[in-house]
């Protein structure tokens, strides 16, 4: 694509943008995941976090963060305007893939901190990156502005990762 087509398309779909939608879906995702990231606020930081991540603030306010980016990927998701039958499936399979991984983001969260599974958390991690990187490519087609929050996303689970295996590997 040209960049005068991405531009045309992303103002296409910002006209269809809803802000009441978007800040309830991200509200939404953001009141949910502090109801199982406060679990984390109570924890000593240097027991929590190993030495080369973030402060336990920096990290509860980020993973709120991207709960909220995820919500915004599905209001846009939810928003986007289509035409063929065969985007209204994908869009359904896309909406469907997202609010699974919101559900996966929150396991991980009791996973980690309470049970103390590291193996596990490591492997869910996985499996939401692999589920991110699906979404990217049906929500690619359906709206941009939800592929590339997604891709913010997709970086915030990578040092997800970096720090569920850091104890898997050092603790």
């Given at each position: 694509m040209k960049i005068r087509e991405i531009k045309s398309r992303i103002r296409k779909e910002c006209a269809f943008l809803?802000?009441?939608?978007?800040g309830i879906c991200a509200g939404f995702a953001v009141l949910l995941g502090a109801l199982f990231t406060t679990s984390l606020a109570g924890r000593v930081p240097g027991f929590?976090?190993?030495?080369?991540?973030?402060?336990?603030?920096?990290?509860?306010l980020f993973q709120l963060i991207s709960y909220a980016i995820l919500g915004v990927v599905f209001a846009a998701l939810l928003k986007a305007p289509?035409?063929?039958?065969?985007?209204?499936?994908?869009?359904?399979?896309?909406?469907?893939?997202?609010?699974?991984?919101?559900?996966l983001c929150y396991v991980w969260i009791p996973l980690v901190c309470k049970a103390n599974s590291y193996f596990l958390g490591?492997?869910?991690?996985?499996?939401?990156?692999?589920?991110?990187?699906v979404l990217f490519f049906l929500s690619y087609r359906i709206s941009m502005i939800s592929a590339g929050f997604l891709v913010l996303f997709a970086l915030?689970?990578?040092?997800?990762?970096y720090i569920t295996l850091s104890f898997l590997l050092f603790c």
């Open positions: 809803n802000p009441v939608l978007l929590f976090l190993p030495r080369t991540a973030l402060p336990s603030f920096l990290h509860i289509l035409c063929k039958r065969t985007l209204r499936l994908q869009k359904k399979s896309a909406l469907l893939l997202c609010a699974c991984l919101l559900i490591a492997l869910l991690c996985g499996v939401i990156l692999t589920a991110v990187a915030w689970m990578l040092y997800i990762l």
